[in-house]
């Protein structure tokens, strides 16, 4: 339960900072019009590396027939799928042909994180103060997984 109440204050942080520009990573954007297309502008980004998915929570054995182990199952599904999206990563940045292409990918990874931590939250909350909350997050942290590994395979095919 104490990991969840991180994961919160991390959350609520993010938040925080996403509402004031600035975004995981530390870089403060926004956003300029090109034509019709809006165009993100970031500075101060430390490097230009993929960034990487890295769970905090110390992984529980999966059992399906309890609460703990039901949050275990999700977390041991977090972890195998966030290696996947790590992999898609890696082979996409690669193709990132110059630094702006970088650039955009890793605000849009860093702040999919964002969106990630927080969807889940907000799923979670219907149960807050109750053992199915880290079970409900978790799983909604598998499904968000499932569905961001989808979309990054089909933007690898289209390089």
């Not at 529980?60 to 195998?80: D, W, Y």
């Not at 990918?105 to 907000?122: G, K, L, M, N």
Request: net charge positive.
């Amino acid at each position: 339960m104490k990991t969840r109440c991180v994961r919160r204050v991390f959350i609520t942080i993010s938040l925080m900072l996403a509402s004031f520009g600035v975004g995981v990573a530390g870089t403060w954007r926004h956003f300029e019009h090109a034509g019709n297309a809006a165009v993100v502008s970031t500075t101060t980004l430390p490097s230009l590396t993929v960034p990487i998915l890295r769970e905090k929570f110390t992984l529980l054995p999966c059992n399906a027939s309890t609460t703990i182990g039901m949050e275990g199952c999700a977390e041991h599904q977090i972890v195998a799928l966030d290696e996947k999206i790590n992999q898609l990563r890696g082979q996409i940045f690669t193709l990132l042909h110059d630094s702006s292409a970088k650039r955009r990918f890793i605000v849009a990874e860093t702040d999919w994180q964002t969106y990630r931590q927080a969807a889940c939250a907000s799923v979670a909350d219907v149960y807050e103060g109750g053992s199915q909350s880290p079970v409900v997050f978790a799983q909604c942290e598998v499904q968000l997984d499932q569905q961001h590994r989808t979309n990054l395979s089909n933007l690898l095919r289209s390089y």
